[in-house]
C-alpha cells in the first residue's frame, strides 16, 4: 500500500511569489491533514479536510493560505504571496474516517518550503 | 487550548543502552490519545507508539514503552537496548477522544545514538 506522498520534496521561492504544495493521501482516507513546522518549533496543525469538504481550518495563519482538495482525493495548499515566515516543512496527514484504527494519521515526508 | 511540552531538545545515548524522553502536555479534558512519533533524517514520520488515556497501563512496543501518569500530565518514552537506527526526531503529540481530531505536537527532542 502507498503511503501519503507530498510533492515537491523541497522548493525555494522568492517573497512575493506563489508556491503550490500538493499532497496525494493513502488510497481510501477521508481525513486529510496539513501540518507546518517552523524550524525548531512544535508542528502546528493547519486545517482539516473530510473528504472534499474543510471540516476545520482553524489553523491556517490567514487569507495568503488556500487549500483545496477537489473530489476528495489529493488535496493542494497555495501560498499566495509568500512571506519570509511561510518558510518551514509542511506535513500532510491521511487516516480513516471511524472503525478500528481510525486514530492513526499518517504522514507524509513533508515539504520544505524556503522563502528567500 | 491543549499544549505539549517536550524540554529537551536534544538527547544523545550509547548505543544498546537505555534513553527516555520527557513530554508533558496541558488539557482539562478526560478522555484522549498520546503519541509518540519518530522522524529519522530526510523520511517521514512514523508512529512509534500511543496510549489511550482510559488505559492505566502503559503501552510498549518492543523497545519502546511509556511511562504515562495522567495526574501528572507526563507520557515520557522509553528507549531500551538503544540501535543505531533509533536516531531520530521525536515528537510527543496529543490528540482529543473524537477519533478524527487533529493532533498537536511537541517542539520535538532529537535523538543521537553513539556506536
Known amino acids: 500500500e502507498a503511503g501519503v506522498t507530498q510533492f515537491p520534496s523541497h522548493s525555494v521561492i522568492e517573497k512575493g511569489q506563489t508556491v503550490t504544495l500538493r499532497c496525494d493521501p493513502i488510497s481510501g482516507h477521508d481525513n486529510l491533514y496539513w501540518y507546518r513546522r517552523v524550524m525548531g518549533k512544535e508542528i502546528k496543525f493547519l486545517l482539516h479536510?473530510?473528504?472534499?469538504?474543510?471540516?476545520?481550518e482553524s489553523g491556517m495563519p490567514n487569507n495568503r493560505f488556500l487549500a483545496e482538495r477537489t473530489g476528495g482525493t489529493y488535496s493542494t495548499l497555495k501560498v499566495q504571496p509568500a512571506e519570509l515566515e511561510d518558510s518551514g516543512v509542511y506535513f500532510c496527514?491521511?487516516?480513516?474516517?471511524?472503525?478500528?484504527?481510525?486514530?492513526?494519521?499518517?504522514f507524509g515526508p513533508g515539504t520544505r518550503l524556503t522563502v528567500t | 487550548a491543549q499544549t505539549v511540552t517536550q524540554s529537551q531538545p536534544e538527547m544523545s545515548v550509547q548505543e544498546a543502552e537505555t534513553v527516555t524522553l520527557s513530554c508533558t502536555y496541558d488539557t482539562s479534558e478526560s478522555d484522549y490519545y498520546l503519541f509518540w512519533y519518530k522522524q529519522p533524517p530526510s523520511r517521514q514520520m512514523i508512529l512509534v507508539i500511543r496510549?489511550?488515556?482510559?488505559?492505566?497501563q502503559n503501552a510498549t512496543e518492543n523497545r519502546f514503552s511509556v511511562n504515562f501518569q495522567k495526574a501528572a500530565k507526563s507520557f515520557s518514552l522509553k528507549i531500551s537496548d538503544s540501535q543505531l537506527g533509533d536516531a531520530a526526531m521525536y515528537f510527543c503529540?496529543?490528540?482529543?477522544?473524537?477519533?478524527?481530531?487533529?493532533?498537536?505536537f511537541g517542539a520535538g527532542t532529537r535523538l543521537t545514538v553513539k556506536p
Open positions: 503529540a496529543y490528540r482529543s477522544a473524537p477519533v478524527n481530531n487533529d493532533m498537536r
Open positions: 496510549q489511550e488515556a482510559y488505559k492505566q
Open positions: 479536510f473530510v473528504k472534499e469538504s474543510k471540516q476545520d
Open positions: 496527514a491521511s487516516s480513516q474516517r471511524g472503525g478500528k484504527g481510525s486514530y492513526e494519521q499518517y
